[in-house]
């Protein structure tokens, strides 16, 4: 080892902030780059080198564009509410907000070790009430809008630990912490009317620098289907119902219609006949989940109703099913079923004997899905495709009886959870006024510290009596808390906001400094957040632009991911496999540089890939290579025993890498492929070194060559590159400098290799002058040495030059 180790890290880091030299200057924002990533959820483990693979790599990012002129913005925080730590605490009687302040403690000082750029002076932790009193201010501001409301809905339950679950915790059907099969209950619930951003969450997708797959996926979530919604009434009754298709074309093919279990008709349609049969389907529907449900390839079940439907375009009368395939969450919970151009539906009639009938043409064999002239559609044969659909929507427009409908598969944000940590609900029950918001002035609504939590099926805060008892705002009289608490999916919706604001006790944030430092320029973390948090981020941003309080209306202009890095065994890092690999057993012996361009050496950011440690050696050799280098090339300069200006041969290489080098690394890390660019660093420390083996002649020369040095490996290694800076007399900080710029001059070789060709064939190769004429190339061609051998006794008919590359001579 070198000098350089964790003294040096230690040493930079506190005049770093000593110096303050990252504190983000507000005043001048028009080169501003808001760099951010994904906060930190406080876990009890340290961090990992996964945390490590997502921040050091962004920093390195953000050194050089700071480097290159901006004024960047990276801030920290902590995603301190949810349920992890409440769990522990039912495992071990440790408090929640005891637990979680210790563990962000750490976890700030393991930070604060990697020696990034992190603003901490604008630290966000979303359990101090500090934060989550704007939380609930932004809950009684979509609530005054309209786009918060509650409503009864079936959400997943777990009968064993007798609780609420989100959608994210049921993993197959079960409950992910004991495995049990989880049911549907209904409850009153809150939720965030995100669906009327549907068609804008969609739209501007198109503009935002994300990556494509991400984009992709948001897309499919939010599901915009363009269709129809025809009406079926049934037979001798009163009763009808809807149904959403997208392909209304296939209309005269419909034989049968189904509705979904738990479609508030199906009590009112059932004949006595059938009704114990329906309702022994009905209990069964319940314990399936809705992708169980969806499944193409799961056995299709259904019962027969009784009743009969008729079909709209041709009056035919189809009988009416219930079955699980359809939800009663999407479209209309009732659909028309096409057994001939529709999989499950074909698979369905099969199994059921139902009739199939085709009514568009094309494919050998039945099912078939795809568009087609359409048959035995009476008026609307022949048509094809959309021109059919239209077609049948206006006649059934004419009778009244469908219109075409847009569809979204976006469900609105269900928030309430019935679990204590986290952010409460500022809502208050009475029994004269209803429910009635907290006053913005009663704020924060604070969450009590002795309550009991274990689960029991109640929200923890409805056993506090202090909490839950209090006064109605309106008529002063005695009422009841709101006992839920927020997902906590609503406090990382818009903390990005709070980070450029932070000590506001006022407002969340002032509008005018928001407009000024947002949006966020880079955003950097994990894909596993593309349709939660990184689509309800977007849909806060819109509201808060709607109301008023912004002028942005996406958060996020460019999004990057990193890939994960796993256990040694290929495995996901966790500390019950045992297969976590902390950072501060390497940082202690390599220094938290080295560890750090390991990270971005060994693996591809995007990529990520298994932890091995089998290189990490030879990155702390380099390092310590380039620490010698530059140690020797002091040196020269300081006692330069030559002093010639013009480069020569050796020189000029040196030159040509120095400069290719910038180029490189100033575009691949710009594209976040740092891989490449330390690659190039190497690369440019090798030639160094073979031309120190030989007597420095121009010693200014040299000078500016480690100067770029250090300055291109700042980025990666910053605390290195510092102690080098200084070591070299220069003034602190290397931070402050330029970003080299390449000289496209110096890139332009004098000299290149062109091979000789006879008929055709390479003979051999010469150098020629860049500048050379074609002409000159030709004459240099016939002329070389070698070329005589193959010529001799020959007469030249003709010679072709393919410019930089080659020249053919054609001799008989
Ligand atoms: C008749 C039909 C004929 C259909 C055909 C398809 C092919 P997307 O694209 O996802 O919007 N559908 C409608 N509501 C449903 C529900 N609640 N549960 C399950 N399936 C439902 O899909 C729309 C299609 O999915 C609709 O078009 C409907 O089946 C089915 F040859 O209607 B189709
Ligand atoms: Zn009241």
Sequence with gaps: MGNYGTNVDEKWQKKWEETELYKFDDTNLENKLYTLEMFSYPSGSKLHAGHWFNYGPVDSWARMKRMQGHNVFQPMGFDAFGLPAENFAIKTGIHPKDSTMKNIDTMEKQLRAMGAMFNWENEVITCLPEYYKW????????????????????????????TVLANEQVVDGACERCSTEVTKKDLTQWFLKITDYADELLEELDNLDWPEKTKAMQRHWIGKSIGAQVTFKVENSDLQFDVFTTRVDTLFGVTYAVLAPENNLVDSLTTAEYKAQVEEYKDQAKKQSDIERQSITREKTGVFTGSYAINPIN?????????????????????????????????????YNLPIERVIEGGDSLPYTEYGKMVNSEEFNGLVG?????????????????????????????????????????????????????????LPVELPYGVEFSPDGKSPLSKSEEFINTTCPTCGGAAKREADTLDTFVCSSWYYLRYADNKNSEKAFDTEKINKVLPVDMYVGGPEHACMHLLYARFITKALRD?????????FLALRHQGLILGPDGQKMSKSKGNTISPDDYIKEFG????????????????????????????????????????????????????????????????????????????????????????????YTNTLSKYLTEEVKNPSFLKEVIIDLIKLIAPFAPHFAEEQWELLGMSYSVFNEKWPVFDPKALVKDEIEIAIQVNGKIKAKMNVATGLSEDEIKEAAINNEEMKIFLEGKEIKK?????????????K
């Excluded at 109301?547 to 958060?555: C, S, W």
């Excluded at 010679?799 to 001799?811: E, F, H, M, Q, S």
Aim: glycine letters at 8%; one cysteine or more; hydrophobic letters at 40%.
């Design 315 to 351: 009056g035919r009368k189809v009988p009416v099913w219930v079955a699980d395939y359809v939800l009663n969450t999407y479209g209309t919970g009732a659909v028309m079923a096409v057994p001939a151009h529709d999989e499950r539906d074909f698979a369905f009639a099969k199994k």
């Design 386 to 442: 959309e021109e059919g659909k239209k077609a049948v929507i206006k006649k059934l427009e004419s009778i009244g009886l469908g219109a075409g409908k847009v569809n979204y598969r976006l469900r609105d944000w269900l928030v309430s959870r019935q679990r204590y940590w986290g952010t409460p609900i500022p809502m208050i029950h009475c029994e004269k006024c209803g429910t009635v918001p907290v006053p913005e002035n009663q």
């Design 592 to 683: 938290s540089d080295v560890f750090r361009m390991y990270l971005m050496f060994g693996f591809d950011y995007t990529e990520g890939g298994a932890w091995s440690d089998d290189g990490i050696k030879s990155m702390g050799r380099f390092v310590d290579r380039v620490e010698r280098i530059l140690e020797s090339c002091r040196e020269e300069i300081n006692n330069p025993k030559n002093d010639k200006t013009t480069l020569d041969k050796a020189e000029k290489e040196l030159n040509y890498m120095r400069h290719f080098a910038i180029k490189s690394i100033s575009e691949d890390a710009n594209k976040f492929q740092f891989n490449t660019s330390i690659a190039r660093l190497m690369e």
């Design 547 to 555: 109301m008023g309080y912004i002028n942005f209306g996406e958060p």
């Design 135 to 162: 939380n609930q201010w932004l809950f009684l501001e979509l609530y005054k809008k309209g786009l918060a409301y509650r409503k009864k809905a079936p959400v997943n339950w777990c009968p064993s630990c007798n």
């Design 799 to 811: 010679v072709i030059v393919v410019k930089g590359r080659l020249v053919n001579i054609v001799a």
